[in-house]
């Protein structure tokens, strides 16, 4: 199983600050197949960013994701009051899926 | 739009069974494998299981195997989680997700339906 590690578990930033989020992976995975979530308090999470760096539907530009083999970032700049969630990292390979723990964005 | 309804939660005793179903609307549901995801209070999510198109093949997260089964019914443009010999740890929020073509990613949520094991 690919376990997914992510830092750090908060992150305290002020509205308009950069954001940046990592994901670690404890083996290879392929780029194609890794995603990151946001989920505000009591809502489904929303699919973000998939294939390590593309944009889901409606997703604004500020929204950025790169990475490749077992290192990937999200970053989200300029943030606004409505980013500040939980974010997850998701890989699929072999079949089975898994996710990090979260980073939780936080008012500063 | 894309919907995905989650029904069938409920408190029921350790050991006990339950059957989650998901009705799905808005797409066509007979081209997209279908996912369950669950998030225990205050904790990350954690996937579940995945169907594929017809039906035939089904993975399972080591935890759930031997006691939790998803099926579908393309039909009825649902999908169904059945959980038997229910556990304290499986206590969370059940999510149905649609699984995008292109990578695999959750692109769709249900709202959740909640699973509270206890006596």
């Known amino acids: 199983e690919t376990v997914l590690t992510q830092s750090p578990d908060t992150l305290s930033l002020s509205p308009g600050e950069r954001a940046t989020l990592s994901c670690r992976a404890s083996q290879y995975v392929d780029s194609n197949y890794l995603a990151w979530y946001q989920q505000k308090r009591g809502q489904a999470p929303r699919l973000l960013i998939y294939?390590?760096?593309s944009r889901a539907t409606g997703i604004p530009d500020r929204f950025s994701g790169s990475g490749s083999g077992t290192d990937f970032t999200l970053a989200i700049s300029g943030l606004e009051p409505e980013d500040f969630a939980v974010y997850y990292c998701q890989q699929y390979g072999s079949s089975h899926w898994t996710f990090g723990q979260g980073t939780k964005v936080e008012i500063k | 739009d894309v919907q995905l309804v989650e029904s069938g939660g409920g408190l029921v005793q350790p050991g006990g069974s339950l059957r989650l179903s998901c009705a799905a609307s808005?797409?066509?549901?007979?081209?997209?494998?279908m996912s369950w995801v669950r998030q225990a209070p205050g904790k990350g999510l954690e996937w579940v299981a995945n169907?594929?198109?017809?039906?035939?093949?089904?993975y399972y997260v080591d935890s759930v195997k031997g006691r939790i089964t998803m099926s579908r019914d393309n039909a009825k443009n649902s999908v169904y989680l059945h959980m038997n010999s229910l556990r304290a740890e499986d206590t969370a929020v059940y999510y149905c997700?649609?699984?995008?073509?292109?990578?695999?990613?959750?692109?769709?949520w249900g709202q959740g339906t909640m699973v509270t094991v206890s006596s």
């Open positions: 808005g797409f066509t549901f007979s081209s997209y494998w």
């Open positions: 169907i594929i198109l017809d039906g035939t093949e089904k």
């Open positions: 294939g390590a760096s």
């Open positions: 997700v649609r699984v995008q073509w292109v990578s695999n990613g959750f692109d769709y």
